[in-house]
């Protein structure tokens, strides 16, 4: 059944964030070209060709505009995911959701999952995107930048991280990021589920007070952490304060989103407001 929920899930988003993640795509390639026009004419202009300086300023904004409408896709890919979770679990939608033979943890799980892979896909989309733009918009001879994909350049920034850092906080800097992605829906989904309780009306206000709320808490959580490294309360250089800042920081995400689980699926099955 879990299957058929996720399949449901995934059916009822992912039509119209495809078409967003190929014109995206579109979007991508348009400021691919734009680039590379804007460094054609710019090229020429400079060799006393001056009329063709009149296009720069076209292809300029024309690639501004693109890099608006990309950022535009992935913040509104986020935004349409957790209306659609909040319209699907806590308005008339709900009636139906909640009627479905299947337990409040699978109800849960399944919106999770499903927000969690077009998260990942929009944000696969932007890099993409970004790394074509830079990779092919930026190559005076040829189809590539072959100069941004040299190897000697990589490795010496891997190496001067790995001197500042060791090679150790990469790790866990890695590891927290990829938590903290990982979170993030239910941590939404649980501030969305804890205001649409709480207020009888006005109920996507009272959620984003509280993701507010719980963003700030967070935020404060982190600098006391960062602040007690700072006075040496742990003792240590400032390497082993930001490897134990790191970790801190990433308890805090995971138990936020422990929290957030237990706390919607409590609040599903024994709280729930619908109007």
Avoid at 31 to 53: D, H, P
Avoid at 78 to 105: C, M, Q, W
Avoid at 249 to 254: A, E, F, I, Q, Y
Wanted: net charge positive; charged share 10%; glycine share 8%.
């Amino acid at each position: 059944m879990f299957a058929k929920l996720l399949k449901h899930e995934w059916k009822s988003v992912s039509r119209l964030l495809g078409i967003f993640s190929l014109a995206a795509l579109g979007v991508g390639v348009l400021a691919t070209v734009s680039l590379r026009l804007i460094l054609y004419f710019g090229e020429r202009a400079v060799i006393n060709e001056t009329q063709t300086l009149l296009l720069v300023p076209v292809f300029a904004l024309l690639l501004v505009f693109s890099f608006l409408a990309l950022i535009v896709y992935l913040v509104g890919t986020e935004f349409f995911l957790i209306y659609r979770f909040y319209k699907n679990k806590f308005t008339d939608e709900g009636y139906l959701t909640f009627t479905l033979p299947v337990s409040a943890h699978k109800i849960v799980l399944s919106s999770w999952l499903n927000m969690l892979i077009w998260f990942v896909i929009s944000m696969a989309v932007f890099c993409l995107c970004i790394f074509g733009i830079l990779l092919v918009g930026t190559a005076q001879q040829g189809f590539v930048n072959t100069e941004m994909l040299r190897e000697r350049d990589i490795d010496f920034l891997y190496a001067l991280y790995k001197e500042l850092f060791g090679e150790g906080y990469l790790v866990i800097s890695s590891i927290a990021s990829v938590a903290g992605f990982l979170a993030s829906p239910m941590i939404i989904m649980g501030c969305i589920t804890l205001g649409a309780v709480m207020a009888k009306k006005h109920k996507i206000l009272m959620s984003i007070a509280i993701y507010y709320i719980y963003s700030m808490i967070l935020g404060i959580g982190t600098s006391v952490i960062s602040s007690l490294m700072m006075m040496g309360v742990f003792r240590g250089d400032m390497v082993t304060s930001m490897y134990i800042s790191s970790i801190g920081s990433l308890v805090l995400v995971l138990a936020s989103a422990v929290i957030g689980y237990f706390l919607t699926v409590h609040l599903m099955q024994k709280k729930l407001n619908l109007p």
